[in-house]
């Protein structure tokens, strides 16, 4: 039955991977890194939404 979802299920933007690999990349970070370059935990979504937004070259 699996099989036949995967014929309808939508594409996922390209975006939403980038955006899951920022948010990730952003957890894994030590709390002392994240106090060295001044950011919490709360704002983890927005950067990752600005991050996945950026085009990348």
């Known amino acids: 039955m699996g099989f036949f979802t995967e014929f309808f299920?939508?594409?996922?933007p390209v975006e939403a991977q980038r955006y899951r690999a920022t948010l990730a990349l952003l957890e894994s970070m030590s709390p002392a890194?994240?106090?060295d370059i001044?950011?919490?935990?709360?704002?983890?979504?927005?950067?990752?939404?600005?991050a996945a937004r950026r085009q990348l070259s």
């Open 33 to 35: 890194d994240r106090a």
């Open 38 to 50: 001044g950011i919490k935990p709360a704002d983890f979504p927005r950067i990752a939404r600005e």
């Open 9 to 12: 299920v939508r594409p996922r």
